[in-house]
């Protein structure tokens, strides 16, 4: 994919170094991307990265990288989580907590951030608000993509990712041009462990009881911005950007008035 940077920082921890940075950006897009599995929201990460150019950082990623590793070269509480994955069930906080802090590094990035996959839980949210508090940054917005659940169960069945690259297809809605390889980099597609029925039950409950929650929580901080996922992710990243210029927009107004008023 056309990452600037290969996010070696984000997907392998803060010992190893991106490629290259982006750029450092004047108001750098600091977004969350919120929804059920399923919704797309790894497709619209990655098309928001390619015009906004901040770094798409996902942690079920950094999850997959460290289960390709050797078992010796994983630590009790990462096995820990790959079975949780596995099984389609939320990773502790503790653990996914433990992971993003380490990596604080990627979201101080001046080329700004898109998470994927977190916060999840509200002790997530709260945990990632304080961080940022305390570093002095301030998000930009929340997308949640809203889906209705049969078409949810429908698209998780179906999806094919590509074990190089990440890119997601699916076997009725979205095929790739040659059967089983990924149209970008040629590399093989699989059905990903938890996109099994048991496990795709499992995650939806686990959606339903720990991350629907978080939408009020970004609502009352004025964060949230609502996408239907419906139709082609092309449309539907072009309504996400639309309302994401238009809060973009919104804020610099305001910039602008609070430096009048405190020039005044
Ligand atoms: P999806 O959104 O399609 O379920 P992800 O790639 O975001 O897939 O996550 C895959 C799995 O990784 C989750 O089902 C969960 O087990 C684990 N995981 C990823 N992020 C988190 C998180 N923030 N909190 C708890 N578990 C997580």
Known sequence: ???????????????????????????????ILLGAPGVGKGTQADLLHRRLRACHLSTGDVFRAAGSLPECDQSPAMRQALDSMRRGELVLDSTVWGMVRERKGCL??????????????LAQAKALQELMDHECLKLTAVVNYE???????ARLGGRLTC?????????????????????????KLFQREDDQPNSIKVRLDAYRRSTAPLI?????LGLL????????????FENTF???????????????????????
């Open 147 to 153: 889906l209705p659940f049969e078409e949810i169960v």
């Open 225 to 236: 911005l609502r996408v239907p996922a419906v139709g082609d992710p092309e449309d539907i």
């Open 1 to 31: 994919m056309s990452n600037p940077s290969n996010r070696a920082a984000w997907i392998h921890g803060p010992t190893a170094q991106c490629d290259s940075t982006p750029e450092g950006a004047l108001l750098p897009w600091r977004l």
């Open 163 to 187: 074990e190089k690259c990440k890119a997601v297809y699916h076997i009725k809605q979205r095929r790739p041009s040659t059967e089983g390889l990924c149209d970008h980099c040629g590399s």
């Open 108 to 121: 101080q990035c001046g080329g700004g951030f898109i998470l994927d996959g977190f916060p999840r839980t």
């Open 242 to 264: 639309t309302q994401l210029e238009a809060r973009r927009v919104r804020e610099v107004a305001h910039k602008a008035l609070v430096a009048q008023e405190d020039r005044q």
């Open 216 to 220: 009020e929580f970004y609502e009352q």
